[in-house]
């Protein structure tokens, strides 16, 4: 027979903890991190640079031709015609056909084809 050393029960080895005092300490924290701070930066100049575009091309309500191609006349009172002589074909935007569902009977013709009818 084999002789078996003594078991002992398990016990965990003893570590020294070093005192709170000296790792434990308020982290003070900034109320700006520096990508915040930057992004305010950056959303500020490129609001400051659409309202200067905006000032100098989008409130501009005038056009610009060259003065050889402008003609000058009188004003005088008449008759305005509002339309424009044109050419072109006219096509519907949307096309329906109608058909009906069940056949019917005709029972008498009231008027025939080209007739002037009074409404």
């Keep these: 027979m084999l002789s078996s ?3 002992r029960p ?3 080895p003893s570590i020294e903890v070093p005192s709170a005092s000296g790792m434990d300490r308020q982290v003070r924290t900034t109320r700006f991190k520096r990508s915040n701070i930057v992004a305010a930066c950056l959303l500020t100049l490129a609001i400051a640079i659409s309202a200067a575009g905006y000032a100098k091309y989008g409130l501009v309500r005038t056009a610009k031709a060259p003065a050889d191609q402008l003609t000058f006349a009188t004003v005088h009172r008449g008759l305005f015609q509002d339309y424009a002589p044109a050419t072109g074909n006219v096509a519907p935007r949307v096309s329906v056909f109608l ?3 069940d056949g019917g009977k005709v029972d008498r013709v009231l008027v025939d084809q080209g007739s002037v009818v009074q409404a």
């Design 5 to 7: 050393p003594k078991q």
């Design 10 to 12: 398990f016990t965990q």
């Design 99 to 101: 058909d009906s569902i």
